[in-house]
């Protein structure tokens, strides 16, 4: 029930234990949502959220629910025909987040009993059914990890982000689906949904700075290269102007593999082999959520990501200096013939006796500082 007051609420509160979450009924991404830990925490936010949902919702609706601290996203994919038949195409595990956005998403989700998937799988279709749902949606719950139940969070009546997973375990293109059931009279969902075959990852590549506390990115894009082997959706290519005024998603990286370590293993070939340059994005730090143990073990709750430790390997350029360059050793040779003359460092002797310094090999680039350096600070 919606609440009227933080009187409701601190009375609601009592009925279901500490903590709550108090949430906005029109929130999304995180915003509008807020733990209390006990009677005075709710009664004193209770106001400050209202305020912001009607800020960015228009809409100053809340309610309150008991918040898991171990808690797991888990969707079901549904799919309806209008007419009271609903399958459902596996369930999706999405708590690999970063203050409530989504970071990975597989399918199967791991480490839950065949009851419980059971269980999620049922309890959507039932709600699909009861509505006559018609063409694709999404039904979400939270997994409490720690008591093995799951509770209804909302339903998302569109294609997901993440549907690319279940089309490549299951085969089923929902696109297709979803304009054959609207345009063709003639076509029939099948009577049963296909068991899913081995598992699929999906990284979210998003324009934003994640050495600068993921501010967002923007500019020209100078290289847009993605393995052929995998399945990318996005908008990007060398040259795209990225505009910091939308969202941030340019592409989805997904990889089906024989089972989740395979799975999970492609992924992290994928992403090493993936190329986007021109400004930042957040491409390293999924590389290392990819090697991360906790990820790699399986079973992560969506508080998981706020204790992953991301080491940035770089430096911000605070001053540019004068003829600062990136040499490697020899250079460029051999093009004369068109019109092209050699070029590598000034001073050849003394960057393959710096590198050999540090452990690299004669021909790691480097900065060859000729007149004045640049200021750089390390992160």
């Not at 996005?234 to 395979?262: N, Q």
């Not at 004369?336 to 050849?348: A, K, L, Q, T």
């Amino acid at each position: 029930d919606l609440l009227a007051s933080a009187q409701e609420a601190v009375a609601a509160a009592e009925t279901i234990g500490y903590p709550v979450m108090l949430k906005s009924t029109a929130g999304g991404g995180g915003i509008g949502m807020k733990v209390c830990r006990d009677a005075e925490e709710l009664a004193k936010e209770f106001e400050s959220v209202v305020r912001l949902s009607e800020r960015s919702f228009g809409s100053g609706g809340v309610f309150i629910e008991r918040f898991i601290e171990r808690g797991r996203h888990v969707e079901v994919q549904i799919f309806g025909d209008g007419e009271g038949r609903v399958l459902a195409l596996g369930e999706r595990d999405c708590s690999v987040q970063r203050r409530n956005q989504k970071v990975f998403e597989e399918t199967p989700a791991p480490d839950l009993s065949d009851k419980v998937r059971e269980e999620l799988h049922a309890a959507a279709v039932k709600l699909g059914e009861s509505v006559s749902y018609r063409s694709a949606g999404t039904v979400e719950f939270i997994y409490d990890a720690d008591r093995g139940d799951f509770f209804f969070l909302e339903v998302n009546t569109r294609l997901q982000v993440e549907h690319g997973v279940t089309e490549l375990v299951t085969g089923i293109d929902l696109v297709e689906w979803m304009i054959r059931l609207a345009l063709d009279p003639e076509w029939t969902m099948p009577a049963s949904a296909p068991a899913p075959q081995g598992h699929a990852i999906q990284a979210r590549v998003y324009a934003e700075d994640p050495n600068h506390n993921f501010r967002p990115s923007s500019g020209l894009l100078t290289e847009a290269t993605f393995p052929e082997w995998t399945r990318c959706d996005g908008w990007i290519a060398a040259g795209t102007e990225v505009s910091p005024f939308y969202d941030p998603l340019l592409s989805k990286v997904m990889v089906h593999g024989r089972d989740r370590a395979d799975a999970a293993a492609l992924l992290s070939k994928a992403l090493d082999e993936t190329r986007i340059s021109g400004f930042e994005t957040n491409l390293r730090y999924l590389r290392q959520v990819a090697c991360w143990e906790t990820f790699l073990a399986g079973g992560v709750a969506m508080r998981d990501m706020a204790r992953f430790d991301y080491r940035p390997n770089t430096f911000d350029v605070l001053s540019a200096g004068t003829m600062t360059t990136v040499q490697d050793w020899p250079g460029r040779t051999g093009l004369w013939e068109v019109g092209v003359p050699p070029c590598g460092p000034f001073d050849s002797l003394s960057f393959r006796l710096a590198n050999r310094l540090v452990g690299n090999p004669d021909g790691a680039p480097g900065l060859e500082i000729t007149m004045a350096g640049p200021t750089l600070r390390v992160i």
